[in-house]
């Protein structure tokens, strides 16, 4: 089994619904993903996944996506003045915790075909939630 992991790193704003805490209000983070993939075969360059390709299909996205953006739960009252503003959000059926943004970029991997493992969000230089399945 071999594995590869690659790390991108993005800056995104957030608040979390239905949440006795700081988390409450709209704050910031710069946070950093963990793409793990694996599997067993090589290819003839004895390479399971090409670092450059993977960073330029997930990058990519969460550039699109995730970067420099305001991720809010659908019936967060803040969507609807951020978007009359032409601010970026974007919309999470759940609250956008580490463990959802986390969901969100493994989604996105599975849709692409990548031998994806496990994708880990590190919210802080200290804490990260990680999902797989
Ligand atoms: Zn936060």
Not at 12 to 17: A, C, P, T, V
Not at 61 to 77: A, E, F, G
Not at 86 to 111: L, M, S
């Amino acid at each position: 089994m071999f594995k590869v992991c690659k790390e991108i790193t993005f800056c995104y704003g957030h608040r979390l619904m239905s949440y006795d805490g700081p988390c409450m209000h709209p704050h910031g983070h710069n946070g950093r993903a963990e793409i793990h993939l694996k599997g067993d075969t090589l290819d003839g360059r004895y390479i399971l996944f090409e670092f450059g390709d993977l960073k330029e299909i997930v990058k990519t996205w969460i550039d699109d996506t995730l970067d420099h953006r305001m991720l809010l739960r659908k019936d967060d009252p803040l969507l609807e003045p951020l978007r009359k503003l032409g601010e970026p959000v974007t919309v999470f059926d759940v609250n956008p915790t580490a463990e959802a943004i986390a969901q969100k970029i493994y989604a996105y991997c599975r849709e692409k075909k990548l031998p994806i493992e496990e994708v880990r969000v590190w919210e802080t230089e200290s804490s990260f939630a990680s999902y797989r399945e």
